[in-house]
């Protein structure tokens, strides 16, 4: 079974940039759509970007649409959110998820089965 673990989150000021990283274990991400997703302290989990199998095909919010970038590397069965211009609002955990089923991308949380453990970024005013 896959496992996915998330790394690169961490606390930042206004306007700067991090980038979290997805490695998934024990399993593939090759021809899977991955996705990312957050959620902020009081809120539910929400969509961030998504991913299909090649990398041809990306979604976003419309809260990071512009800012955020969504690229995966499959020979290092990794995924990436490179987050520019974070602002206050950008605060919550992030996970990483991977489709069971699908290689195409979905906005959509309930069509994905596998979930890392999250990892926290924090920015700063």
């Known amino acids: 079974q896959v496992q996915l673990v998330e790394s690169g989150g961490g606390l930042v000021q206004s306007g700067e940039s991090l980038r979290l990283s997805c490695a998934a274990s024990?399993?593939?991400?090759?021809?899977?759509?991955m996705g990312w997703f957050r959620q902020a302290p009081g809120k539910e989990r929400e969509f961030v970007a998504t991913?299909?199998?090649?990398?041809?095909?990306?979604g976003y919010s419309d809260s990071v649409k512009g800012r955020f970038t969504i690229s995966r590397d499959n020979a290092k069965n990794t995924v990436y959110l490179q987050m520019n211009n974070l602002k206050p609002e950008d605060t919550a955990v992030y996970y990483c998820?991977?489709?069971?089923?699908?290689?195409?991308?979905?906005?959509?949380?309930?069509?994905?089965?596998?979930w890392g453990q999250g990892t926290q970024v924090t920015v700063a005013s």
């Open positions: 024990g399993g593939t991400i090759w021809n899977y759509a």
């Open positions: 991913i299909n199998w090649k990398g041809g095909s990306t």
């Open positions: 998820a991977r489709r069971s089923d699908s290689s195409s991308a979905s906005v959509f949380l309930y069509e994905y089965n596998y």
